[in-house]
């Protein structure tokens, strides 16, 4: 099959982020239009949405917090098991109240 040129003006901070898009994605922005428009094609709409969830910031910093962690165990408190978590925490006054 004869392949073609096309030529897609956008903004160019949009073609920075949409070229690390398709980075993380594992492809280039060639295969990402070619997917959408072989599926825009087959199904006759606009097709699908492709993506992994970002991360809430909460969630970011949850993730941040067990790296500086493990980087320096004692800027936090181990547990061996569940049951010894929970048992110093249900023996620790709350906080915050």
């Known amino acids: ?3 073609t040129n096309i030529n ?12 690390s ?9 060639t295969t990402a239009f070619t997917i ?12 699908f949405e492709v993506g992994a969830e970002t991360p809430r910031a909460q969630t970011l910093e949850a993730m941040e917090e ?3 962690m ?3 165990p ?3 408190k ?3 098991s569940v049951d010894q978590m929970m048992e110093d925490l249900l023996a620790s006054p709350p906080t915050g109240c």
């Open 1 to 3: 099959m004869a392949s």
């Open 8 to 19: 897609i003006r956008m903004d160019a901070d949009l073609k920075r982020q949409f070229e």
């Open 21 to 29: 898009f398709c980075a993380d994605m594992g492809m280039s922005m």
């Open 36 to 47: 959408f428009a072989k599926k825009a094609v087959r199904e006759y709409r606009i097709p």
């Open 66 to 68: 067990v790296k500086r």
């Open 70 to 72: 493990k980087a320096d």
């Open 74 to 76: 004692s800027a936090g």
């Open 78 to 80: 181990t547990y061996a």
